[in-house]
């Protein structure tokens, strides 16, 4: 006797056996099938949609990337960037508070870099100056050891052709959320702090001779500290 | 990206509206009947509304092969067509039933049936085969039959269900769990039981050695 048998036996049943079970034949196999490969259809065509946009955008994305990436070659003819406090000083003078900044004590090595940014025409005349970047980077030495302690001075120009850097540094800083105020030898100095993706950053301004001073850092005490040290 | 999946499912989705189901009246059994009867086409459409799914997908579950189903489908039509009259069958659906589940047994050979293995008829079959040998010698196949309205008569209605559902429609356990509400453990330990039973039966009645 073979399986074959008793299928086709089972064909001979009573109707009232077979009539017994119920197939919800829309939830059968079949329809399950078509349906599925209905579904997959869809998903072939999404999957297929995609990866032709895939092929289409990444050249678009490298081009951009590279693009934004490329150094600028007309760069350095509207800026000037040193990496030595003295020569700074003896480039921008000495009135900028710039011999004033470094914060003794706080880390055996200190990065600095200071960037001018000035309009092309005359980079001699501070009148075409926009901003001095100046950024401090301590304890360099232990990159991968020691959380970096960063400082950021910037310092607008008022007295320039278009006042444009400095009258976005004072839009800028009304709108920050102040902690307070403190006077330093005269000075009006606000802080503040503000919640970024990962972290806090603490900050203060103030203006002196005509020109405003924004420092920024992760470290509020250093912050505060640069402050000092460069007004006390 | 995002987009464009979103965009692509409305339009399955718009897809799906533009194409809705024809609702129709169906006829009952008996008038299908009296159409054979009648010799009026329409009758296979009728079978065809009421019935087409339930045989599709029935000769599917055997055949695991759409084309194949479709075809065993159309046979049974022109069976049904051929065969009434003279037959005037109790239930339309059981006959049709059984016209296509034999149609789509016959459309395997015994050889392919293993080689296939996209179905539940496979699964089924060798679920079966577990309980039987080849070296008895089978000769009464109505008195088969018999043994199997009597085995079938003395389970319980949900044992019957489910031995139908598997070794009758072909349904996966998964699908005969849903149709009956129960779990799907409890099937396959229903099914287990019942082939020990008919395992009994059939030695019994000198089936197996």
């Known amino acids: 006797m073979t399986v074959e048998t008793i299928l086709i036996a089972l064909n001979g049943v009573d109707d009232k056996y077979v009539m017994s079970y119920t197939p919800i034949h829309h939830n059968s196999s079949f329809e399950k099938k078509q349906k599925q490969s209905a579904k997959s259809l869809w998903r072939w065509i999404s999957v297929a949609a995609c990866f032709v946009l895939t092929i289409c955008a990444v050249p678009i994305a490298v081009h951009f990337i590279k693009t934004n990436n490329a150094p600028d070659p007309h760069w350095h003819e509207t800026h000037v960037q040193l990496t030595d406090q003295n020569e700074a000083i003896a480039m921008f003078g000495d009135d900028l508070l710039l011999d004033r900044i470094i914060v003794p004590g706080v880390a055996d090595s200190l990065y600095q870099e200071y960037i001018l940014e000035h309009s092309g025409k005359d980079p001699a005349n501070i009148s075409t100056w926009e901003y001095l970047h100046c950024w401090l980077r301590y304890g360099v030495e232990n990159y991968y050891d020691l959380p970096i302690e960063e400082v950021d001075i910037i310092i607008y120009f008022s007295d320039t052709l278009e006042q444009t850097r400095y009258n976005e540094f004072l839009t800028y800083h009304k709108g920050e959320t102040e902690l307070g105020s403190i006077e330093i030898n005269g000075l009006t100095v606000d802080y503040y702090s503000k919640q970024e993706t990962n972290s806090v950053t603490s900050g203060a301004w103030f203006t002196f001779n005509g020109l405003g001073y924004s420092i920024t850092g992760n470290n509020y005490e250093l912050v505060m500290k640069t402050v000092y040290q460069m007004l006390d | ?209």
């Open chain 2, 1 to 209: 990206m995002i987009l464009i999946v979103v965009l692509l499912s409305e339009g399955q989705r718009q897809f799906r509206k533009v194409a809705p189901k024809e609702v129709k009246d169906v006829l009952d059994d008996q008038a299908i009947v009296a159409l054979y009867n009648q010799r009026n086409e329409r009758a296979i459409q009728e079978t065809d509304q009421k019935y087409g799914k339930l045989l599709h997908s029935t000769s599917y579950n055997i055949v695991a092969n759409t084309l194949d189903a479709e075809e065993c489908v159309s046979d049974a039509y022109l069976k049904l067509w051929n065969s009434i009259p003279p037959t005037i069958p109790k239930s339309l659906k059981a006959y049709a039933l059984k016209i296509i589940r034999n149609l789509s047994l016959n459309r395997l050979k015994f050889d392919q049936r293993t080689k296939r293995g996209d179905g539940e008829f496979q699964v089924a079959f060798h679920e079966l085969e577990g309980i039987l040998d080849d070296r008895s010698d089978f000769t009464d196949a109505l008195a088969l039959q018999d043994t199997m309205n009597r085995f079938l008569e003395s389970l319980s209605e949900e044992q019957r269900s489910i031995f139908t559902g598997r070794y009758w429609y072909f349904e996966s356990i998964a699908d005969i769990s849903h149709n009956l509400g129960i779990g799907s453990s409890k099937v396959k330990m229903t099914l287990m039981r019942c082939r020990e039973t008919l395992k009994t039966v059939l030695k019994k009645e000198g089936y197996l050695v």
